[in-house]
């Protein structure tokens, strides 16, 4: 099967094909081949610690579908074999067949599939098929398609007649042993996502990177939540330091399970001190804050101090006020007024990290509107 991308909905940067030399011992990753893609500083969508999953999908033989959405590189151990054959870190199929003796070779378009829910319905900027490991048991090809669907559909449902399915990249030729990257032009909101490969074979990670675009519908039902969180539609801008860990670890879901699960950076040496700038989901009212430093020890920020911006052209006032931390601690402030802002900055002194920032409020009137035309407009 030889296919080409459409220009039009998705470029490789650069394309990957063929198999990867056969494992002959050291390092499995020497000839992973792999690239800076422009989508990474997007978060993952399909990440389980977001709510993802891989609902469904036609054959599992090899190694379970799960595996797909699982965080971190995948694992290789050579001598690993069980009761099926080789023990793989991803998803694989048995090798298809076609219809008898005399056409002993899979039919064109023969294919396997898996369903995946995203962790938060968002905006796909790009897809990462990552078939590491796989060297000659990688597939020829692979397409990804995209819908959205409200509430919590079964895979029955998803695979319905009725359900209309965006192409977000085409039937492609894809490499093994590498990061096989997509950049996704998709003006749209999406829920789910199929996952196909051409004929069979495995792929070890799958990764849909993207902008988060939740339901205005339910945030009005919550009333007060958190602003700023990613789940939300909340946004790192920038930061002054990523050394240790992202910034973006600061709004994910629950609390850090560990040191590298928040927001660190390098030690200091001179008289400065380290930030990040958030982006709310919209225009909104803060009512309430919580300054997490879980499991930031002997490493977390002296002192924190919020400020908030309603606008490019508006002066930034003062949140919270350099406020003292203790280690692995969540510190919870009410505010004596509300603030109404669209950004955040968290100053930090003089350096360390937190795990978490929560900024509980709700949307203003006029972010509601703006959040709510948006919606429409993506929903088409």
């Known amino acids: 099967m030889s296919v080409a991308p459409s220009a039009s909905t998705v470029s490789l940067p650069p394309s990957f094909t063929g198999a990867a030399a056969p494992f002959r011992g050291g390092d499995a ?20 610690e977001l709510g993802a999953a891989v609902i469904a999908a036609n054959d599992e033989f ?12 995948a694992l290789f151990d050579p001598g690993d074999f069980g009761h099926k ?74 695979l319905a007649a009725g359900v209309r399915w965006t192409v977000l990249v085409p039937p492609t030729s894809v490499g ?17 996502l199929r996952l196909n490969q051409y004929p069979d074979g495995g792929i070890a990670r799958l990764r849909a990177y993207g902008e988060v675009a939740p339901d205005p519908g339910w945030l009005s039902a919550l009333g007060t939540f958190d602003v700023a969180a990613l789940k939300n539609g909340g946004v790192v801008e920038d930061a002054s330091d990523r050394f240790y860990s ?16 928040g927001w660190e950076t390098r030690r ?36 924190a101090a919020l400020w908030a911006q309603d606008g490019p052209d508006q002066p930034w006032v003062e949140l919270l006020p350099r406020t003292r931390l203790q280690p692995d601690t969540n510190h919870r402030r009410v505010l004596q007024n509300p603030v109404v802002a669209r950004h955040v900055r968290l100053d930090i002194y003089p350096d360390g ?28």
């Open 85 to 158: 054959g080789k023990v793989m870190d991803g998803w694989e199929t048995r090798r298809r067949r076609g219809a008898d003796a005399q056409t002993p070779h899979p039919a064109d378009g023969d294919h396997d599939w898996a369903l995946v829910r995203l962790g938060a319905p968002g905006i796909i900027r790009g897809i990462v098929v990552d078939t590491a490991h796989f060297r000659g048991n990688h597939p020829q090809a692979i397409s990804v398609e995209a819908t959205a669907v409200a509430g919590s559909p079964a895979p029955e449902e998803l």
């Open 176 to 192: 093994g042993h590498a990061a096989n990257g997509f950049v996704v032009d998709a003006q749209a909101r999406f829920t789910h």
């Open 62 to 73: 090899f190694a379970e579908r799960e595996n797909l959405l699982k965080p971190g590189p």
């Open 246 to 261: 992202p910034p973006t670890n600061t709004i994910w879901p629950g609390r850090s399970r560990k040191m590298n699960d």
């Open 353 to 380: 990290g937190i795990s978490r920032l929560r900024l509980h409020g709700s949307l203003s009137p006029a972010g509601a509107a703006r959040l709510m035309a948006r919606h429409q407009e993506l929903d088409g």
């Open 268 to 303: 200091r040496r001179d008289h400065g001190h380290d930030w990040i700038r958030y982006r709310l989901l919209e225009q909104a009212e803060i009512r309430a804050v919580e300054i997490d430093t879980a499991y930031l020890k002997g490493n977390s920020a002296g002192w």
């Open 29 to 48: 990753f020497a000839d992973y081949r792999t690239a800076d893609f422009p989508f990474l500083l997007h978060p993952d969508l399909a990440a389980r």
